[in-house]
Nanobody, 124 residues
């Protein structure tokens, strides 16, 4: 069982930055693939970024590539999402997710555990 707690969301102006954190419980954090997803009002949940197990291959949605950076600190059981050059279309609830075994890293249904989400609002 893994519990995930996101933090770091908030209100920011377009062009600004935020850093999201996701703290995970448990001793086997390094064995999990970690992902970030987001869901805007009236839209389906979408993949944002993912990082595989140590040392970690990294994947990004095209919409955030070059602006967002995912990283993990296995010693701290934490995964981060650094978001720069934020746009109004980045406004959403951002969710952290963990998967022990996974075939399609960008598919939310393949993740086993989810956090409660943190709201990111970008004002234009």
């Amino acid at each position: 069982q893994v519990q995930l707690v996101e933090s770091g969301g908030g209100l920011v102006q377009a062009g600004g930055s935020l850093r999201l954190s996701c703290a995970a419980s448990g001793r086997t954090f390094s064995r999990y693939v970690m992902g970030w997803f987001r869901q805007a009002p009236g839209k389906e949940r979408e993949f944002v970024a993912a990082i595989s197990r140590n040392p970690g291959s990294i994947y990004y949605a095209d919409s955030v590539k070059g602006r967002f950076t995912i990283s993990r600190d296995n010693a701290q059981n934490t995964v981060y999402l650094q978001m720069n050059s934020l746009k109004s279309e980045d406004t959403a609830v951002y969710y952290c997710a963990a998967a022990y075994t996974i075939m399609a890293i960008t598919t939310g249904a393949e993740y086993d555990y989810w956090g409660q989400g943190t709201q990111v609002t970008v004002s234009s």
